[in-house]
């Protein structure tokens, strides 16, 4: 496919890596010449050097013949302008990334007009998956299936787990015939195993669980882990995140402190809440943190723009004792160093945006076929855990899993025949109108179901 990329930022940067590894004819507009000579050096993409909102620039980029352009700068009007004159020229589906909430009423009022074919707030995500992980802060991660039925969970496996030690042919005995999970997938040492049945689980692996939603707090108890319920949380930065996580904290009784050096941002947050307390402070210095209550509150979550900072807040908080810990990075190649020195839960704003954006574009490569209905990256993005719509042009439907031809590295997690989900085995079958929870480690690219199989 042809995509245009407007903007080479981290957004931008992370998704010309993604797409270009997937094989689609890229050009990135940027008015940063250095930047695009950069991109130049470490892709096979063309670049065009200009306003991407120009129409001018955009008929140098040949917009009138893209499949797809993606509006990814730092400001909002242009990624929206860029979306439309792109829209007029020809391109055929346009995707604008628009952080201001002001903006969201008109955006839904005006989308057809607008000509945009989505539209992705990264701060508003993030958000929502630091909420999520904050509801059962016993795992390190949690990604939804299955309109919100199945999960995957990530956990650690720590030298008191009762799963150390354990080979995976056991674990149903461990845990009783009523917790249903799989073992999907298994981070150790930075390799990324689809595990057998004769797998043996050990101290420091990083376990992917697939579980129904409603039998996660069973899979703690029978796991011996007490449920942690956070009450106190520590927010180090007050930007757009912040903003976006507090109402759905507050909603849910939770106490929050937010620490923040901007002046004016502090005054706009305690206007906006009056219910939280907002510190004017430097969230990185250690007698701060330890004066503002670290060693009593039960989450920490790091929010600055600068991944330095957070990770050290973040080992800082490990060390006083705080029971769950959200660190923000940027940048995803450094979150593989840090995994299992305290700093929790990694979440990446541009990750996911690219994610979301990744999985459109699949399913518009795949329009014909299976739809593309949600994209992870898991285990240090060595791995995705994807969804698909069953329809009438994917194989073997009805077969037995025991009898269809996998690829290496393909594992068939969970099978949603109407609303009921249900981990797979090797009698599961699918047919059509289910939806199938595939993860795999290949670096091959799979947009339709017809792709897992390896005949």
Known sequence: MKIIIVGDGKVGQTLTKQLSKEGHD?????????ILNDNIENFDILTVEGNGASMETLRRAEAGEADV??????????????????????????????????????????????????????????????????????????????????ELVEMRIDETSPLKGVVLHRLQSILGAKIQVLIAAVLREDEVIIPSGNFVI??????FFAAKTAQLDQ??????????????????????????????????????????????????????????????????????LESEGIYQ????????????ENL????????????????????LEYGSLFTDMGIGSIISPKERTSA???????????AEGSEIVALYHIANEQAEAMEFRVDDTVRYLGVPLKDIPLRKNILIACVTHGNEPMLANGNTCYYEGDSVVVLSTTQDTITHLNDIYAS
């Open 26 to 34: 890229l050009t990135v507009v940027d008015s940063n010449p250095k």
């Open 69 to 150: 352009l993606i509006a990814a700068t730092s400001t909002d009007e242009i990624n929206l302008l860029s979306c439309i004159t792109a829209k007029k020229l020809g391109t055929k589906h346009t995707i604008a990334r628009v952080r201001n909430t002001e903006y969201r009423e008109q955006l839904v009022a005006l989308r057809n007009e607008l000509g945009l074919s989505m539209t992705i707030n990264p701060e508003y995500a993030a958000a929502r998956e630091i909420y999520q992980i904050l509801q059962l802060p016993n795992f390190v991660k949690r990604e939804s299936f299955a309109k919100g039925r199945v």
């Open 202 to 207: 050990e101290e420091g692996d990083h376990v």
């Open 219 to 288: 899979l703690l108890k029978a796991l011996g882990i007490s449920k942690q319920r956070i009450k106190h949380v520590m927010i180090i930065g007050g930007g757009r995140i912040a903003y976006h996580l507090i109402p759905r904290l507050l909603d849910a009784g939770v106490k929050v402190k937010v620490i923040e050096k901007n002046h004016e941002n502090c005054l706009r947050m305690y206007s906006e809440f009056p219910q939280i307390s907002v510190v004017e402070s430097d969230g990185s210095l250690q007698q701060v």
């Open 297 to 308: 509150t039960d989450a920490m979550i790091t929010l600055t723009n600068i991944d330095e």
């Open 312 to 331: 050290i807040i973040s080992m800082f908080a490990h060390h006083c004792g705080v029971k769950k810990i959200v660190t923000k990075i940027g940048r």
């Open 356 to 366: 979301d954006i990744v999985r459109y574009v699949r399913a518009m490569q795949n």
